[in-house]
């Protein structure tokens, strides 16, 4: 048996929610091969197998593995049939996240004051238990085939939920310091933004923390707009993206052309120690976004002293961007899906509380390198 994920700390700070999230309890893909995607995520960003749930555990309609680094907790889920739910996510959007749960303190009352509030309800609450306690969950839509799952596990002791059971296999490599989601980012259709901004404000009770236009965030070419949502106790942060007017095909025209509608863009994780993770993931074979040189010449001017070696953060292509309580260095995989669709963001705080607005112009200009690249800009 593992330690419950302590999403429990701090819940005085909870109160401006209209029911308190603890955390970010799991994300979920739907994938074609999740064997293979879990071994993926293992293998190049240090997860741990944790559990598994399939036809060894009297499942015959879908596989999942379960892989676990620090709090974040991602799960590969893949049917063993054809025509079902999954398979027709598949189809549609190919490799993708289909589950952002969150941890509750009550699956029965967030259901309640969701739906109440305006939420389309996916699942209304239930209850699942084996030997280790008693699990209750509910769930309501998202934008596009994107939900969320309300999970309540204060009576539940057991490895993740009831139904799967622990997968212990001999392939464990090396975790690479990744900690906690720090944020999880949605792209969604041209004037769909503000819905979504009133949704997480009127139905979950979040925010806005952040708001970017074109006028932030655009090259020669393309341009979005963006706005971040954040709950009360700022550990759940939702940015969301719609495509701005460009001269060509922006990166978020691009993914909902791609996706086949709206969806998650990035999943950004956070590190302490973002040279050592990022120098495994590279050593591991992850792809990441480059910018120009000349972007490290001007670092310091830009930012201030830091405490990294710039030598480093150049050789790996590291971004640092600096708000008025800190700075952060941030950097971007390249897509990790045929469809250029999904990436992550690995991000580490040094009291930054931003998302590096300094470096959308030189990181954009990347993105649309690979666009042109792929006859897609
Ligand atoms: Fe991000």
Known sequence: MQPLVDHRQDESSLSEDVFPIFGTDYIEFYVGNARQAAHYYMSVYGFQPLAHRGLQTGNTDLESL?????KITFVFTSP?????????????????????????????????????????PLFEPESTSDDDGVVWSSGIKLYGDTVHVFVERGAYRGLFLPGFEAWNPVYKPEAIGLKYVDHMVANVALGDMDKWVAFYRDVMGFSQIISFDDKDIST?????????????????????????????????????????GPGVQHIAVATDDIVHTVTEMQKRGAEFLHVPDTYYEELTTRVGNIDEDVAALRKLGILVDRDDQGYLLQIFTKTVNPRPTMFFEIIQRKGATSFGKGNFKALFEAIEREQELRGTL
Do not use: W
């Not at 379960?66 to 620090?70: K, L, S």
């Open 220 to 260: 020669r070419y393309t341009a979005l707009m963006s706005k971040v949502m954040s709950n009360g106790n700022g550990r759940i942060k939702f940015p969301i993206n719609e495509p701005a007017k460009g001269l060509k095909k922006s990166q978020i025209e691009e993914y909902l052309d791609f996706y086949e």
């Open 80 to 120: 063993l049939g054809s025509g079902t739910e999954i398979g027709k996510h598949i189809d549609r959007h190919g490799d993708g996240v289909k589950v952002c749960a969150l941890t509750v303190a009550d699956a029965r009352q967030a259901f309640e004051d969701a739906v109440g509030r305006g939420a389309v």
């Open 66 to 70: 379960v892989v676990r680094q620090g």
